[in-house]
C-alpha cells in the first residue's frame, strides 16, 4: 500500500473567548484532508490596563506636552471586585483596580487554546501559511457550529491574517507504519507522536503585529474643531442613517467587509427614507398617509419606487435627477448589487478596498440626493474631500483588538 502522510502539524492558536467543551480530542472538518484533529483547552488570563507606558511618550502620539496629572486624583490603594459564583455560595475574585498613576486595572479573562492537528501528505508543499489556512477554515467552521447551538454572543471567527499575537506550528514526522493509515486513525492518536520542540526544527512561530497609525486618534483640522466647540454647547441628535455609517465605518477598519457593506446600504436605505418624509410632509400629506405609503404593498414600499419619487419632487427646484448620475451608476454597481451579493446570493468575504469603494458611493450617493433639493437637506452632512473616507485606510490594526468583544 503506498504511503500517503509524511506528517501531522499541530496549530496551537488562542482564542480570545471561552468554547466551554470537554477537554479531549474529537475529529471536525478541514478543507484538505477532509478531516483534522481538535483539542480545545480552557484557560484563565488576564486583560491589563495601565494609565502610562514608560517607552512612548504622551507628547509623541499628541503633538503637544499635556498637563501633569494630579498624583492625588488616583486612589492611593489595590481594590479587588468579587462576583458570587453560580451556586451563590463562594466569593470569586475577578478583577483588580491597581493604586497610583501608574495603575489601571487587571481583569480575568477566560480564554480557549485551540489545538488542532492536520495530516500532511506526501505530495504537499504546504508550507507554514497553507498549514494556517487550513487550520483557520477548520477552527471557523467549529466555532460557527458552536455559535450556532450555543447563541453565544461573545464568540466570532477568526481571521488567519490577524487574530492571533502568537501562534504556534509544530510537525511530528510520522513512523513507516503509521503512514498508510487513514486521517481519523492518526489523529486519534496524536498523544504519541513527538512535536518539534525547537524554533526552527519542526517547529515555527507566527507573531502578530500593529500599527502606529492605529495609535493615534484622528485630529480635526482647526475649521472643524471650531465648529465642533459649537456644537457640543447644545444636544445633538444624529439620525439612524448617521448611526448606520458610524458602524460600517467601523466595521470597514475591523475588515468586516460584507457587514460593512450591509450597514451602509442600510444607511442609504435610512437616508431616502428620511428625506422622502420629509419631501412628502412638505407637500401636505399627513403623518398617517405617508407611513400607509410605505408600508409593505404600499405605494412606496419598495426603494426603487422612493428614489423615483424623491426625484419627482425634486423636479420642481432643479433639473438634475438621481435616476442615470453618476452618483447613482457607482452607488448601484459598488454598494448595492454588492449587498445584494451578500444578502442574496450567500457572498462572505469582501476585501478592505472593495467595502471602502462601496461605502463611499454610498455616503457620495446620499450627499447627492441632499443637495438635490431644499426640502431633503439634513441637520448633519459630509462634503467634500471627506467622502472619499481618507482617513481610513487598511492597517494591522492593534494587538489588543483580538481580545475586544
Not at 86 to 100: N, Q, S
Not at 183 to 209: A, C, W
Not at 315 to 329: G, H, I, L, P, R
Request: aromatic residues 10%; proline residues 3%.
Amino acid at each position: 500500500m503506498e504511503n500517503k502522510y509524511k506528517s501531522v502539524a499541530h496549530v496551537r492558536w488562542e482564542l480570545p473567548f471561552p468554547i466551554m467543551l470537554p477537554l479531549k480530542l474529537f475529529l471536525c472538518w478541514e478543507p484538505k484532508e477532509g478531516i483534522a484533529g481538535f483539542v480545545p483547552e480552557g484557560q484563565v488570563g488576564s486583560i491589563q490596563w495601565k494609565r502610562s507606558y514608560g517607552l512612548l511618550s504622551s507628547e509623541i502620539v499628541f503633538g503637544e506636552k499635556l498637563l501633569e496629572q494630579d498624583p492625588n486624583i488616583f486612589t492611593k490603594e489595590d481594590f479587588r471586585i468579587f462576583c458570587d459564583s453560580k451556586d451563590l455560595k463562594t466569593k470569586i475574585l475577578t478583577a483588580e483596580i491597581l493604586h497610583g498613576p501608574d495603575g489601571g486595572f487587571i481583569e480575568a479573562r477566560p480564554y480557549t487554546v485551540a489545538n488542532i492537528f492536520l495530516c500532511l501528505s506526501f505530495s504537499d508543499s504546504d508550507k507554514d501559511d497553507n498549514i494556517e489556512i487550513r487550520a483557520n477554515a477548520a477552527l471557523n467552521n467549529l466555532i460557527d457550529v458552536y455559535r450556532l447551538l450555543s447563541m453565544d454572543p461573545i464568540l466570532r471567527p477568526i481571521r488567519s491574517q490577524g487574530d492571533h499575537y502568537y501562534t504556534t506550528i509544530a510537525e511530528a514526522v510520522l513512523q513507516e507504519s503509521l503512514q498508510h493509515l487513514p486521517p481519523q486513525e492518526i489523529l486519534m492518536n496524536v498523544d504519541k507522536l513527538e512535536f518539534g520542540s525547537v524554533i526552527g526544527k519542526g517547529r515555527t512561530g507566527h507573531i502578530g503585529v500593529n500599527s502606529y497609525d492605529d495609535l493615534r486618534g484622528l485630529r480635526l483640522i482647526r475649521e472643524g474643531e471650531e465648529y465642533f466647540y459649537s456644537l457640543v454647547k447644545s444636544k445633538q441628535q444624529f439620525e439612524l442613517f448617521h448611526l448606520l455609517l458610524f458602524s460600517s465605518f467601523r466595521r470597514l477598519k475591523r475588515k468586516e467587509g460584507a457587514l460593512a457593506i450591509i450597514d451602509a446600504q442600510s444607511a442609504f436605505e435610512s437616508a431616502v427614507a428620511s428625506m422622502l418624509r420629509d419631501g412628502l410632509g412638505s407637500k401636505g400629506l399627513k403623518k398617517e398617509d405617508i407611513e400607509n405609503e410605505f408600508k409593505y404593498k404600499g405605494n412606496l414600499h419598495w426603494l426603487n419606487k422612493r428614489l423615483k419619487k424623491l426625484d419627482e419632487i425634486a423636479d420642481e427646484f432643479t433639473k438634475k435627477k438621481f435616476a442615470n448620475s453618476v452618483a447613482e451608476k457607482e452607488w448601484s454597481e459598488n454598494l448595492y448589487e454588492l449587498r445584494n451579493e451578500i444578502v442574496h446570493g450567500g457572498r462572505r468575504e469582501v476585501i478592505f478596498n472593495d467595502a471602502k469603494k462601496g461605502i463611499v458611493s454610498g455616503l457620495k450617493a446620499i450627499n447627492y440626493l441632499h443637495d438635490l433639493c431644499p426640502l431633503f437637506r439634513r441637520s448633519f452632512m459630509w462634503s467634500g474631500e471627506a467622502l472619499d473616507l481618507p482617513h481610513i485606510h487598511e492597517t494591522a490594526g492593534r494587538l489588543s483588538r483580538i481580545f475586544e468583544y
